[in-house]
């Protein structure tokens, strides 16, 4: 895609599933990928995903919910390759409960990964961009959950809902400094987080019987719309979310017309 060859791109939680992923698209479109991952715990699979990319691509460790981590990893990053140009702020977790069950504790700590994260990661990314010329671009990972509820996940669909409003506020707030900020927001996904419905056969006829489009995305096609957003394909975007869902958004269960 025109206008990634080149650019230098940091991707939080890249060790594995879309954040994976996204690196080796970007990697193929010829950027050079810092990829971050959240602890030495990871830090195998973070060395696996920086050996699919190769070239100038380099790891990353920070929590993304501390602010100190953040700031380090952003000017180590910047350090390496001596500037930044595109930010994808992917890692992200969940943590199911019944509404009336939740911890409080899990739900803080679901906003602080999900959302106060990108918003570190944006903030430092944004002040980057500001400090010299070319503007920037910021692609948020969302979910079909941003608009569609989903009971038992509260603090999930929370962040996910908070995402789309930080987007479009960030996106106005620098569209005249020639920062674009946009998201992506995906379906049902055959990664790592969703082992539990993908490897039963059962579980996974109900999941895609939701989905217009029959069948669960590959990372990979994930993967293309983040590239997408980022590149100078999509220079005249800002400010939107892109649901890469198979359908889900388009309310499935009115494929059939039971009313009139």
Same mark, same amino acid.
């Given at each position: 895609m025109k206008g990634l060859a080149g650019k230098n791109v940091l991707i939080t939680g890249a060790s594995s599933g879309i954040g994976r992923a996204i690196a080796r698209r970007f990697a193929q479109e010829g950027s050079n990928v810092a990829l971050n991952y959240r602890s030495a715990a990871e830090l195998p699979e973070a060395e696996a995903a920086l050996a699919e990319t190769g070239g100038? *691509?380099?790891?990353?460790?920070a929590d993304v919910a501390v602010e100190s981590a953040v700031k380090h990893m952003v000017n180590?990053?910047?350090?390496?390759? !001596?500037?930044?140009?595109?930010?994808i702020n992917n890692a992200g977790i969940q943590l199911p409960a019944p509404s009336?069950?939740?911890?409080?504790?899990?739900?803080?700590r679901v906003l602080a990964v999900n959302l106060r994260g990108?918003?570190?990661?944006?903030?430092?990314?944004?002040?980057?961009?500001? *400090?010299?010329?070319? !503007?920037?671009?910021?692609?948020?990972n969302s979910s079909v959950h941003q608009i569609v509820p989903k009971?038992?996940?509260?603090?999930? *669909?929370?962040?996910k809902g908070a995402i789309g409003n930080l987007t479009r506020?960030? /996106?106005?707030?620098?569209?005249?400094?020639?920062i674009r900020v946009n998201a992506v927001g995906p379906g049902a996904v055959v990664t790592?987080?969703?082992?539990?419905?993908?490897?039963?056969?059962?579980?996974?006829?109900v999941v895609e019987s939701h989905i217009?489009? !029959?069948?669960?995305?590959?990372? /990979?096609?994930?993967?293309?719309?983040?590239?997408?957003?980022? *590149?100078?394909?999509?220079?005249?975007?800002? !400010?939107?979310?892109l649901f890469a869902c198979g359908g889900i958004t388009l309310y499935p269960e009115f494929r059939t017309a039971w009313s009139s």
């Open positions: 100038r *691509s380099i790891l990353v460790e180590q990053t910047i350090a390496h390759f !001596g500037r930044l140009d595109i930010l009336h069950e939740a911890p409080a504790d899990d739900f803080d990108p918003f570190l990661c944006s903030r430092e990314a944004i002040r980057h961009f500001l *400090s010299r010329p070319g !503007g920037g671009v910021i692609v948020n009971p038992t996940y509260l603090s999930y *669909s929370v962040t506020t960030l /996106a106005l707030e620098y569209a005249a400094d020639g790592p987080i969703n082992r539990a419905w993908i490897d039963d056969p059962a579980r996974r006829a217009p489009m !029959g069948r669960a995305a590959d990372p /990979a096609e994930i993967a293309a719309v983040f590239a997408f957003l980022a *590149s100078d394909e999509a220079a005249y975007i800002t !400010g939107q979310t």
